[in-house]
Structures are given as structure tokens and as C-alpha cells.
């Protein structure tokens, strides 16, 4: 089974803090997500990317950049966190990108304060 | 640009009462479409999907049919349980050589024993 993990659960920053989520997939896929997911809203998609060190901007990339320097991990930076980032963060990979199933991490709730 | 709009919820309905929500969507191609369920707690998972036109995906006692007639992809169960309580989020992603899965907003279903 593919299995993604996302180092933290849970996060309490302060307003300016510098934020590192990481992701981490199993199953050798190319291609990897960063969603957000707010009430009402349901996900959207902040960056995207389909291979080692190449990344595109999602429809929500203002505040963040991404890192992906092996192919198994897929890191968010908040350069600079601000409470409209508190939200739910969700990570999730496939292996060909507009067609397959996408497996998701659990998700990492962040407060920003 | 392609979009999805599902029922709002929250959806409340007693144990083996029969379930359905709605999930109608654009595209310009010919999208693969999804339905993801979302456990309190956890990611998203995969439920079922349906990648052309009449295709009926099934899993778990869940179905869907891909209509593209009427541009739809319902999800229905016959008789649900306490334990399918979550969120469920339809979903497409265009085949049309982008990398994008654009995702409905969430309609959460509560299932009272």
C-alpha cells in the first residue's frame, strides 16, 4: 500500500515564524501535491510537483514555496506565517498526474497565532 | 475552466436509509472522475472512480455512474451504516495533458445508529 506521511499533525506558529512542512511518499512517484483545505472551500491546490527539483504553481502559491530535492519528499515553506495560513494542510502523490488515484498524507493542522 | 459543484451538507440520515450526493461537473475534455471520503481525523482516500463515459464505479457498497449526458457522477449507497459517517469529496482531473484535480467543496454525511 502506498503510504504518505506528514511530519506533524499538529502545529502552533506565531505570526512571522519561518514554517517547514514536510511529506513523504513510499511508492516511487513522480509527482506530488500541497493542498489546503478550508470549511466551505473543500481543497485547493497551493503547488504541484512532477519530478526532483521541478515545481508549478497551484491555483493558491501566494505565501509558500516548495522544495524537492529527492524524490520522495515534497516540502512546504511559509516564508513568513500570517494567521490567514491557519488552515488544514494536506499532502498527496500519484504516479501519473491527471489520471491516477491520489494517495493522501493525514494532514497537518496549523494555527498560526 | 473545469469545476465541480456537490451538494452542501451536512447530509443526516438514520442507519440503512438509502444515501445519495449530488456531484454534477465542466470540462472541456474528458475528465476521469473521482469520489474521495475523508474520516474525522485523517486524509483523503480514494472511494471509487470512473475514467469514461457510462463507467460505474464501485467499492465498499458505494456506486457512481459516469453520465455524461447530464455531467454527472453521483454517489449513492443503498443502506449505510453508523461507521460511514466523513466528508466526501467528488473530484475530476482532466486527462488533457494537465496535472490538475479540481475538487467539490465536501458534503459530510452523519449516520445516527
Known amino acids: 500500500d502506498v503510504k504518505v506521511t506528514q511530519s506533524s499533525r499538529y502545529l502552533v506558529k506565531r505570526t512571522g515564524e519561518k514554517v517547514f512542512l514536510e511529506c513523504v511518499q513510499d511508492m516511487d512517484h513522480e509527482n506530488m501535491f500541497w493542498y489546503r483545505q478550508d470549511p466551505g472551500l473543500g481543497l485547493r491546490l497551493i503547488y504541484f510537483s512532477y519530478d526532483v527539483k521541478m515545481k508549478e504553481k497551484g491555483d493558491i502559491p501566494e505565501g509558500y514555496s516548495v522544495s524537492r530535492e529527492k524524490k520522495e519528499r515534497f516540502s512546504l515553506i511559509l516564508e513568513s506565517a500570517s494567521t490567514n495560513q491557519t488552515s488544514m494542510y494536506l499532502c498527496?502523490?500519484?504516479?501519473?498526474?491527471?489520471?491516477?488515484?491520489?494517495?493522501f498524507g493525514p494532514g497537518t493542522r496549523l494555527l498560526v497565532l | 475552466g473545469n469545476s465541480v459543484t456537490q451538494m452542501e451538507g451536512p447530509v443526516t440520515l438514520s442507519e440503512e436509509a438509502f444515501l445519495t450526493i449530488n456531484c454534477t461537473y465542466t470540462?472541456?475534455?474528458?475528465?476521469?472522475l473521482f469520489w474521495y471520503v475523508q474520516y474525522p481525523g485523517e486524509g483523503l482516500q480514494l472511494l471509487l472512480k470512473a475514467t469514461k463515459a457510462d463507467d460505474k464505479g464501485s467499492n465498499k457498497g458505494f456506486e457512481a455512474t459516469y453520465r455524461k449526458e447530464t455531467t454527472s457522477f453521483h454517489l449513492e449507497k443503498g443502506s449505510v451504516q453508523v461507521s460511514d459517517s466523513a466528508v466526501y469529496f467528488c473530484?475530476?482531473?482532466?486527462?488533457?495533458?494537465?496535472?490538475?484535480?479540481?475538487f467539490g467543496t465536501g458534503t459530510r454525511l452523519k449516520v445516527l445508529a
Open positions: 470540462a472541456t475534455g474528458y475528465p476521469s
Open positions: 473530484a475530476l482531473s482532466d486527462r488533457a495533458g494537465t496535472y490538475k484535480y479540481i
Open positions: 498527496a502523490s500519484s504516479l501519473v498526474a491527471g489520471v491516477e488515484t491520489q494517495y
